[in-house]
């Protein structure tokens, strides 16, 4: 009876050991990849504890959250066989983990190279259709939709799918920075000459304009003044002509009073005239008329 109870502990140590060899557990984050002498005999993407024949199966495990693959900058020629640098990422996910594990083995080294090539094709081919103005000031939201949905295609013989592609940066090398600010200069140049020479035209026309109205009011005015005077005239010597009908005689006598009031009022004049004379008329009168 002793002997059987020191078997026990041997005895639950290799169940403990058989359970833990024939069982495997997925996480919620993964897929698990069984394998029998090399040969793919089942996929496990459910979650859970899964069980497998001990020494014959073997288990595969790969990560199917979206995984981010950071490209070193690489250079491409544009249509004007002008160099860019670009600077890149993507994002991809195990879309086939059988056909994932048949391409790369689950080697993350080879599946960033692999992946990598590919993308560097499709932003040779999407850069090499577009001048270096269009690279630099096009749509980025289209450029990296085409990019994405390319390289997606191209990387399906790798059970992987590419959710999204960035370009981060874009620099020209030095040789040819030089001479696109030197065109963008000479651009923006030409654009301020034609901006400065439109405005000189506006401002003359504007400046034209104001003298035309400025001549044409004071002669509107001077003309109007013309007019109220000769009015002003008229009335006047119609005034004075019904006032002389009226009373001629007081009419005589009160242009006399201010013929004699302008001779005589500053009394530092001298006039020589006859005693009989037409001037003196009321000095020789008696009686006011």
């Given at each position: 009876m002793s002997q059987a109870r020191a078997f026990i502990p041997v005895g639950v140590a290799a169940l403990g050991l058989l359970l833990y060899t024939a069982t495997f557990v997925v996480n919620e984050w993964q897929v698990a990849i069984k394998l029998r002498l090399g040969e793919i005999v089942g996929i496990y993407d459910k979650p859970g504890l899964h069980f497998k024949l001990p020494f014959v199966n073997n288990i595969e495990s790969f990560d199917r959250r979206i995984q981010t693959l950071d490209s070193r900058p690489q250079r491409f020629l544009t249509i004007e066989k002008k160099d860019v640098i670009v600077d890149s990422y993507a994002k991809w996910r195990i879309a086939d983990a059988a056909q994932f594990f048949r391409s790369t083995s689950g080697d993350s080294a080879r599946i960033a190279r692999l992946l990598?090539?590919?993308?560097?094709?499709?932003?040779?081919?999407?850069?090499?259709?577009?001048?270096?103005?269009?690279?630099?000031?096009?749509?980025?939201?289209?450029?990296?939709?085409?990019?994405?949905?390319?390289?997606?295609?191209?990387?399906?013989?790798?059970?992987?799918?590419?959710?999204?592609?960035?370009?981060?940066?874009?620099?020209?090398?030095?040789?040819?920075?030089?001479?696109?600010?030197?065109?963008?200069?000479?651009e923006r140049e030409r654009v301020a000459r034609d901006l400065?020479?439109?405005?000189?035209?506006?401002?003359?026309?504007?400046?034209?304009?104001?003298?035309?109205?400025?001549?044409?009011?004071?002669?509107?005015?001077?003309?109007?003044?013309?007019?109220?005077?000769?009015?002003?005239?008229?009335?006047?010597?119609q005034i004075y002509a019904t006032a002389y009908t009226q009373d001629s005689d007081f009419y005589s006598f009160y242009r006399s009073l201010e013929a004699y009031r302008a001779a005589f009022g500053r009394g530092d004049g001298l006039m020589v005239l006859e005693p009989d004379s037409e001037f003196f008329k009321y000095f020789k009168e008696q009686t006011a008329p």
């Open positions: 990598s090539e590919r993308i560097n094709t499709s932003l040779r081919d999407e850069f090499g259709k577009r001048t270096i103005q269009e690279v630099v000031t096009e749509d980025r939201k289209a450029l990296m939709i085409q990019l994405a949905k390319d390289i997606d295609r191209r990387a399906a013989d790798l059970g992987v799918e590419v959710v999204d592609v960035r370009v981060k940066k874009i620099d020209l090398p030095a040789e040819v920075s030089e001479s696109v600010y030197a065109r963008m200069r000479a400065r020479a439109l405005g000189s035209e506006a401002a003359e026309r504007i400046r034209a304009d104001a003298d035309r109205q400025r001549t044409v009011t004071i002669a509107d005015a001077y003309r109007d003044a013309e007019v109220l005077r000769g009015e002003g005239d008229a009335k006047s010597a």
